[in-house]
């Protein structure tokens, strides 16, 4: 996983967090008036928002997509009939746009774009694993001369940022550009 980034308070200002899809295959059987119920109490829309998707016949129906793992916790501990869950670890940036020239940000692929993202991203980032695989009569073994390389974790950061008087700054920024009706306020 890509290394955390904290304030100077240990606030976090870049984390990893696990996001879900929900699928349903309505080629083959599903429970669909289970699934409907459970989403529509779920995520607060109307049971025939989830009918209108259900109604399509599709190997793969996308219900919900990028749902952060603390926001679906009955349905991943829930089991449907034909509900397929699929989670991917997504970038989060606790203070939004607070900072944000400074921390950055980073891509769908994991690489930092811009910020201390971009400028840390080799210690960031970590290290993919390998191992060697090979194929006899059919079947397929893992390598006994080839060692296995394990993952490496990325390295976290801690800024000489503080978030609290960052806010503090942000607020008095912006009393400033309403009093002066100035387009745009910086500081430092």
Partial sequence: ERGLIFDRNGSYLARNIKVYTFIVDTENKYDSEKIVKFFSEE?????????????????????EKNIP????????????????????????????????QVVGYSNDKNIGVSGVESFYNNSLEGGNGEKTFFRWNGSIYESLYDEAKLPTEGFDLTLTLDMKLQCILQEELLKICNKSKAELVNGV
């Fill in 43 to 63: 995520f607060n829309h109307p049971k025939s928002f989830y009918l209108t998707k259900l109604n399509k016949k599709s190997n793969g129906i996308i219900l």
């Fill in 69 to 100: 793992s603390f926001n679906c916790k009955s349905i991943l501990d829930s089991s449907f009939v034909g509900l397929t869950k699929s989670y991917k670890t997504i970038r989060n940036y606790p203070y939004k746009e607070l900072a944000a």
